[in-house]
């Protein structure tokens, strides 16, 4: 545990020492989904890189299991260490860790018996059908793997280990990026090569970590003496874990829908979106690497009631993807269409991949605020606010916006309805915190 960066290090250097290992490995993971539609896009076949495109959803109810025991339990974690409470990590760590091998056999369950329904609730055509189907069915046998790696990739940050946060996930996208092109072109096993590709690098993760674990040098454990399921830590890890993971699921869920909706206009509008979604992540996931590197400061200065330091440390994250989404936004914007040509030399998909990544941007310079405030919120334990920006970004604004642009606007409509749903998701990110520090201000005020 690195007590001195929670309480002594200056709020800059805190923060640069939580959140840019986090960043870093979000930005290898950036280039391992982008790898996968690149090298895919490299078979020359829009139809393979729409398949990547369907199936991306499924994949992230994995990492939404993953988040349920991994950010509830990293909250729980950095809390109880703000607290004193040392002893109680181990077996918040030992019930997560169980906890994800159990959801991971539900899941590979759920993927291999009911395959035929969700290659239908995810819009696949007859020309992606076949290949959705080689891309779950590996991911399906891999899922335990992709649910541990997800959560102990948050659960070491917890006690203040970012840098071995960032080397497992590096590790794990590392071996995936090297063996994309190897499965994807040279072993000539297209979209089921990406996928295999994924499971071994999720794999060498979770290998990582456990050695990490076992080595004894860390409050975790995953022995099962420290598999303990007292309501104390169940509630906990859920009440934050469960409303963190709303935001994959419906991230999931909402791209589902949005395939199913672009698909009627063709199955290369489905492509130009997975291409524009998939350079977009870079904003979106460097923005959330920030937001989850400062979680463990806010939730470890809440639990030791040092509210100036806590409120600090959630400008200066602010501040940061502010500066980043305004930096990306500008690249994106002056060299739109090379960047998209680089994924995939189809001009009917890069037409619409232009058009979409463009609009996609609109969001960007501001997206971070609302990252950094809600992860603040699960960092304190704050399980209504986090749920209902985890519910509103991707389901409650983002809904009701697709259908009704899509009612009266079209193909012009979907594309526009996610950054409409961001700014709302801002809006409410922003007057949720104004409320929560009046409260906080208050307690400190009465004693």
């Known amino acids: 545990m690195n007590q001195k960066v929670f309480e002594e290090y200056a709020i800059p250097k805190a923060v640069f020492t939580m959140a840019l290992p986090t960043v870093l490995s979000m930005l290898v993971t950036v280039f391992y989904n982008m790898a996968d539609t690149f090298f895919v896009g490299q078979t020359g076949d829009a139809n393979q890189v729409a398949a990547v495109s369907l199936t991306t959803p499924v994949f992230l109810m994995l990492m939404a299991i993953g ?6 339990g990293s909250s729980y974690i950095s809390r109880l260490l703000g607290e004193g409470k040392k ?10 860790f169980y906890g994800c091998i159990v959801f991971g056999l539900i899941m590979m369950g759920i993927f291999l018996g009911g395959m035929e329904s969700i290659l239908g609730l995810i819009g696949a055509s007859e020309n992606t059908y076949q290949f959705s189907k080689e891309y779950l069915t590996y991911i399906g046998y891999g899922a335990i793997f992709v649910v541990v790696s997800n959560a102990y990739g948050n659960i070491v940050r917890g006690e203040g280990a970012a840098r071995i946060s960032m080397i497992g996930m590096m590790i794990g996208t590392i071996v995936n990026i090297v063996l994309d092109p ?30 990490y674990i076992l080595r004894g040098n860390t409050l975790l454990s995953v022995a099962p003496k420290h598999f303990k399921m007292s309501e104390g830590i169940i509630g906990s890890v859920f009440a934050i874990g469960i409303p963190a993971s709303f935001n994959n699921i419906l991230m999931s869920v909402s791209n589902i829908v949005l395939n199913i909706y672009l698909a009627s206009y063709g199955d290369d509008a489905v492509a130009g979106m997975g291409v524009a979604m998939k350079i977009n992540i870079l904003v979106v996931l460097t923005c959330l690497g920030v937001g989850m590197g400062v979680q463990p400061l806010v939730g470890y200065n809440y639990g030791a009631k040092n ?63 609302m990252f950094v405030l809600n992860f603040s919120f699960q960092g304190m334990g704050k399980a209504l606010p986090s749920l209902i920006l985890s519910v509103g970004r991707q389901g409650l604004f983002f809904f009701p916006i697709l259908i009704a642009a899509n009612h009266f606007f079209g193909l012009n409509g979907i594309i526009y309805a996610q950054p409409l749903a961001d700014v709302a998701a801002v809006c409410i990110a922003t007057a949720m915190f104004f409320y929560i520090n009046r409260k906080l201000k208050a307690e400190v005020q009465n004693g």
């Open 87 to 96: 002893d109680q990590v181990k077996y918040v760590s030992g019930f997560c």
């Open 307 to 369: 509210y100036n330091r806590m409120r600090g440390v959630m400008k200066f994250g602010i501040l940061c993807n502010v500066v980043i989404g305004s930096t990306i936004t500008l690249m994106y914007c002056l060299f739109t269409k090379p960047i998209v040509q680089a994924f995939i030399n189809d001009d009917s998909v890069v037409r619409y991949g232009v058009q979409m990544l463009r609009v996609l941007m609109i969001s960007a310079p501001f997206l971070g605020i």
């Open 182 to 211: 190897v499965m994807i072109l040279w072993m000539d096993m297209g979209v089921a090569g990406a996928a295999v590709a994924t499971i071994i690098g999720n794999i060498c993760a979770v290998i990582f970590y456990l050695v």
């Open 67 to 72: 988040n349920i025991f991994g950010i509830g």
